[in-house]
C-alpha cells in the first residue's frame, strides 16, 4: 500500500496506518509548500503539496490523535 501519487489520499493513508495494530510503521512522504524552485527542479510538486495538506488537515490530525499515532521525521526516529 502507497501514499503516493494517485494513492495520495486521506483514505488511504487511514488504510494504510489501520493496518498496523501497533508499533512503529514508516510510510514514505514528501510533503512540501510547492515554490518556483520546488516547481524547476521537481515533476513531483503537485502531490507533495497534496501530502502535506492531507497530513495537516484538522481532520486528520484529528484522527491520527484518537488513534495515539505520531507522525515524526525519520531523524527524529533514529534518535530514539
Known amino acids: 500500500m502507497d501514499f503516493y501519487g494517485d494513492n ?3 483514505g488511504n493513508l487511514k488504510n494504510i496506518i489501520s493496518g ?3 508499533g512503529i510503521i514508516e510510510i514514505m512522504v514528501h510533503p512540501a509548500y510547492v515554490d518556483d524552485k ?4 521537481s515533476s513531483y ?6 501530502e ?4 495537516t488537515t484538522e ?3 484529528d484522527w491520527l490523535k484518537v488513534r495515539k ?3 515524526v521525521s ?5 534518535n530514539n
Do not use: P
Not at 520546488?38 to 527542479?41: H, M, V
Open 45 to 50: 510538486n503537485k502531490k507533495r503539496q497534496k
Open 59 to 61: 481532520g486528520s490530525k
Open 38 to 41: 520546488l516547481k524547476s527542479i
Open 69 to 71: 499515532v505520531e507522525l
Open 20 to 22: 498496523f495494530d501497533a
Open 52 to 55: 502535506l495538506d492531507i497530513l
Open 74 to 78: 525519520f531523524s527524529e526516529l533514529n
Open 8 to 10: 495520495t489520499t486521506l
